[in-house]
């Protein structure tokens, strides 16, 4: 089973960034794929995530309206579409795959891949 996040980068304020999330080695379309984000010296937080029937779930309320996701279940991989970045939103971000359904719980995702920087400044 394998993750990769891709798509970081360093961005003003205002900008906006697409990650993807490409995967291999599972059944993709039964898997629901979570976005998490860690800052040094924090825990690591759910974003938001995406189940297997194309259903977003939030868990960071100072997204909504800016992050949102979507899935090709034929390339098997997820994109998160970041508008209006903030440097808030500087951190790590990581996807991460759960068995059909979201959860804000990272300790029920099975698999996860190494994550991606982003970086925002004002």
């Known amino acids: 089973v394998q993750l990769q996040a891709s798509g970081g980068g360093s961005v003003q304020t205002g900008e906006s960034l697409r990650l993807s999330c490409s995967t291999s080695?599972?059944?993709?379309?039964?898997?629901?794929i979570g976005w998490f984000r860690q800052v040094p010296g924090k825990k690591r937080e759910a974003v938001l995530c995406?189940?297997?029937?194309?259903?977003?779930?939030y868990y960071v309320d100072s997204v909504k309206g800016r992050f949102t996701l979507s899935r090709d279940n034929y390339e098997k991989a997820v994109y998160l579409q970041m508008n209006s970045l903030k440097p808030e939103d500087t951190a790590v971000y990581y996807c991460a795959a759960d068995f059909w359904s979201c959860k804000a719980d990272e300790a029920f995702y099975d698999a996860w891949g190494p994550g991606t920087q982003v970086t925002v400044s004002s």
């Open positions: 995406i189940d297997s029937s194309g259903e977003s779930t």
């Open positions: 080695g599972f059944r993709f379309e039964d898997y629901a």
